[in-house]
């Protein structure tokens, strides 16, 4: 062991003490900056001591293993099997880290290709709602039960915007097998077309509805499919109103809808 | 440490901020056409600069990290320990960055193969509609309600065309078990034909109708099965139109469906 | 074999034993903690030497192994056959360990960005309750049933925080498909809005009962969506409450539930 | 840095250069090929330019970086952190690689073990139905609907292929639990003689129809089944055939099926 | 090959043979035991010889592989070609042996946060039941039937623990959607409070029973639910219990069922 | 560059040219062959010729890449950037040829095993039905429709062997929850023993009919469990026999079915 | 090429063709043990012959690969890239041999654990039935159907063994809503205990039977349970047993079943 190696082993442990208050520091700091910006919320004490403590070990950790290795390497220890036992963590924290490395990379194509923005209604598989916030790790979504949803973005395989440009209400008419069909059709259109008159309902309208025609036909029923464009997040309104006067039209006209004798006998009471 | 050892080590700093700089330069550049090209979007300018941040982030540690390992390598510093920690995140983003590469890789093979194009109507069990771009890394589809579906290309197993060439109306009957099966395949027969004489239908229309017959047969029902090509696109148009002609002739000719009587005891209504 | 190689081999030798032993005694003083804690718990003392017995019998091979690997390798024996070896058990532990690793990087995500805390009613996927507990590697749950989950964060995709800001009270109620519509939404929604004067009821109460509308239309029923923006956790009780009163009302106001004639025989009794 | 690595450096960027351009020209013949054959398709240009817009890109890259590694290696800079740095890469892309060695593997064996030809009916799990093409990386299959499907060759885990040497139409006759079983048979049995002496049936039978006998025994209905031999891709009809006849013959001979009052109440119409 | 190499090839020899007997004598103790622990087991003889020749073979070959490659090391041969060979099989088993760490590991945790121990009814997602033994590979549980489940630690996603600290007696009541809904609820709450003054169950019960309310409302039912804070493992008898009790006051009070026609006629026999 | 590595880089370039010469003769060989073997298909020239362009290009390719690499070896050439590059390719063969090496691994042990046969009837889980042929890689199963399947052995989980030393034929009767239980049993059970007193039926039958008693109890019916061991691949044709004569006798001897009232209404027609 | 090269490649050669030598007698005289042990068996020709020509290969070409790598070692040629193509096997032969190594590792500690031995009855998810060998690889199960299942020991998740200490007979019993539940359950609890008398079930049974109490509660029915403890593979003769005694014992006592009014119209019959 030459005097130079005792110098680098001496330097090398300047640096790792360095790195170490620097660190230590950074995550007083941060951690600070948590407890003042989250004032009055009564979790916020359990959770700074908590991330405190996980980032402190972290670092204090890494900063001793690897300096303890970079000094022996200096006095000709053989380092193989120190590095052989080291790559084992390795391994496992790699492959353990390979989640979160492939969640900020989804996150990241989300902000570039703009998938969906904050307010847009998104269906991401593991949850529909409105958007709440785009972060490069999760996106939060707001669902129609209030419940509030964090999706990492690496694990969504697909997105549906419903708030891209246009929408469509799309509503599935119930008939009776022996229904005249091509009245059914007509009385659902033009319930349609008087519906969207109304002034609370044409401003979300963007076309004419159509009337598409016999959708499915099983053993007991017969569905007529009718469309119409609306604007972004109103398709659901227009269908609701759309499917209420449909229904009240097909009353007015004698439809017969697919279980008449159970009306009828109802209406016998 | 030598004199030769110094200038390397000079010449790899002027190096890394050379490209930390040429890269900072390309990124501020790419934001503001991003910001130009998008003008009026509220949300530009937030994703403009989250994007920013995080290439700027990237660009930098990977620069700073690369130059110091070579520099600690030219003044003869032992650098397995230093690798083998870098290669545990080179692990995680070797990994977290395969999908990446997939979703690529696919894409470029939908090129390659035209597997399908913009406004074709494809199933990519994802999402099912009609596509409105092709992208190297991922597809978006716009399907029946208006909902616009981010898929990526890698999670395509495979890829159903509905818009190549031709297709094909097929129509299932419900009619029943005890129905006159011959006179029911004929008068559904002879209903498409004649519903194909419509001007409407008749420029969709490629070939034949065609009664394949008894598909199945269930403990209440029997269902014929009728087919018709027609060109790409115009499948799901004549086969409503079918269905509807075939239960009107049904009606007319008296053919059973499967739950008569239902119909009977709504007809002494 | 030189005298500094024997030297070496001997300070391995002292270290390794050193080593031992610090281990040795922090085990054992971790199982007496452990021990005086959980006083009084029967099955403390046989899960205190279990676990005293796995810890000790780790620390002594990992150790024993490295220190034989550092001393062949100061006396010259070639150690890439026994460093393939010890290989094989790294891949092992390394790809057994990686699940450990993602579950304690999960846990820290989840303190950062505080996705629940303590007291949280959230959904996991894997369990569905209140958060009883927040760990690095594990989140505890205690469900409907009483039921404590013990939840591994890495396995959890996706979180839906119930008790975030705001909550919504949704009720679907169904209604037969010949009723009046129109009637129907008008006698919920004042129904809704009675319920919500009651004392025990309005404090949990934010905004006003909204009448979204027919929600859905089946072969034999039709189903209404009103909604209620109520306080964190406070929804199921609204929820219930509202069901309650808007029955009452509609048996009072005459409005048809899906399956009346059931009703009538009954009423016949 | 010698006047010898000087030299060889220089080659180095010599030979990159020139395959640079090769690989720049092959691509242009290769666009402009593909440009020949598809005139007339709207969208050859989009994607020809893409399709060279990619290939560019990717081996201009692989050139300069390996080029790059060559040259810095002749001058004695330490390639161990930049190849760690590639290796993440390489990682990268390896993986994302695999499934596209596997699909050509797989394409490979089709070809070899001559699972399926053009035209065969086959069902590959992610589709049904006629063989298009089969190719290196994918196989199309037209399905009943006109549907072109490409199914990547390794996502096949198990061929059925429909098309070869012999089929079975297979008919499953539901009767009621109380019918005559043994009339029931032969009824079926010789329906199925009967109906194979018809031409237009005749030539796509290999051998005699065989009646199984009682396949299922659920609580309301017994199936009988019964099996014929026919040519490939002739089972389809003929089972439709056989069908249509049974019912009749059993129409005739007054064997009951599962919900005879069904017809009984219809028939008093 | 110098005096010092065959030297050090005697010496691997030595201690290759001393190993292998070591290993020999410790797997025939340990099989003696296993036969002495387990008289009387008609299958101990058969388990002990297989699981001998296992280890023997086990251990024999992984001394002489390493030996060999350690002398051939000695004698200058190129181990390259050699180790790769043996890395082969390093890989595989490695691979192979990664479940059996993860399962060790799983049980650790098991062990040091108390998740369960013997004779709590847990749920391991693979199986139910009371828990038999804690392993450090694998936990036996006895379900309802008597099952005994091996199930291997590592496999168990999440762990529901149903004897921890109290349990909850829910019960799910369904009434007629035009039942009396406040009367249906205060006869089911008064059935309950009943219930518990039974010496039988008082001493299981921890608190109140509370009536929730409307649960669910389908179209042809409402269900009520009840709860009752209850001690570990008795939620099951109170719960069944208290739905006799329930049931025979709705009886007694004239709470409409959902089928109550059903009872009518029945009652009319 | 010395005289020497001249001469070895001569080597090697001889060496591949040969090694490429070789392979392209037995490419050309086998293809000749396959062609004589299959005259008359019409489809075997295509498959020969992609068959032998894949093979051509394979060893051309692999024989120049690692005759290159050698060569530039021998001249100095510093190897690392390359073999990086060299080995993303090999990291995205080798895992996506490991699934055949699984196949074959599979099927050697099907071997030696003896787990099935040409001839045997079988349940792979992806296929169930008649062993055709068992291969290294694939085994071929015909199923009942006729269909051909292809199974990769390592796709297959488990084998169920329905043709080894003997077969179990099993019928469940259902019976009506009122019915005189006792009864039933021995009327099913000695109208199996009558069953197999018949000649076609006597040959197959191993031992005696046993009347297990009430499998399964639902809220409409009960059903009988009976058995009667028999030849391997006997066990359908014996069930369908004994299905036939129990549901005889059961009908002389009054035994009631679920649905007897169904039965009775048609009766009266 | 020194002398001792050229003599060192000589033993290579030498070693080699011994080794090949011993390993092709190995296989001729395992193959000629098969052909003896099997005799009669009609497909052990072929599988011999199969299983010989897979092993001879096999060695040969392993040995041949490691001989020449190990020669031109030896004569100084770069080995690196040679390795590295035959590093592409080795992921490929590792990866793909993985779950072969999981399997031996599992039925390694079936054994030790002793978590079924031949003859017990066990669900191993894969199959459910009696064993018939405990292999190393493999499991062999005999299910119900006389079906014999080969599950690769690897394969399973979990063990469920029948047939260790005791089982227990538990019987669900469907009862009307308006049934006098605490009848009901008296009558069951009777019924069994008079049941556990005969002769034929008492030296099953090792408990008494227990009645407890209602386990569901649906729209239509409740269900009671009652459980029984009884001797291993002794609870399915137990329970079908005592089914029938419970519903005969509910038909003399006048409990109402779920559906009374069907029993009541057949009664008229």
Redesign the interface.
Known sequence: MTIEAAL?VGVIALVAVVLRWLAARAITRGVAGMRRREIGSK?VDA?AS??AS?FSNLTTW?VVV?AV??AL??VD??????????????????????????D??AG??V?????Y??GDTV?LG??TGEVESV????TTVR??????????N??I??????S?????A?????V???AD??EA?NVALEAAREAIKDEAIAAKVIGEPQM????T??????TL?L?L??KPNA???VQ??L??EI??AY?ENGI????????????A?
Do not use: C
């Open positions: 680098r979790r959770r908590a991330v996980v890494t690897i290795l970079l390497g200096e220890v053989q380092l193989a099997p120190l590095l052989a036992g080291a790559g084992v963590a390795g391994v496992a924290i790699g492959f353990g880290a390979q989640s979160l490395v492939r900020v990379l990241i194509f902000l570039i290709e703009d998938q923005g904050v269906d593991e949850a972060g490069l790790r999760i669902d129609i039960d209030g419940t509030l949803w964090y999706v990492r690496g694990e395989a697909r997105v549906g915007n419903m891209q440009d246009y929408a469509v799309r509503i599935e008419v119930p009776a097998l022996k069909l091509h059709e598409l025609g016999v959708q036909m099983s053993s007991d029923q017969v499919r469309t464009k609306t398709q659901w309104s609701r109103r499917r209420r229904l009240r009353d017969e809808l697919p279980y008449p004798q159970l009306r009828a006998s109802a209406g009471e």
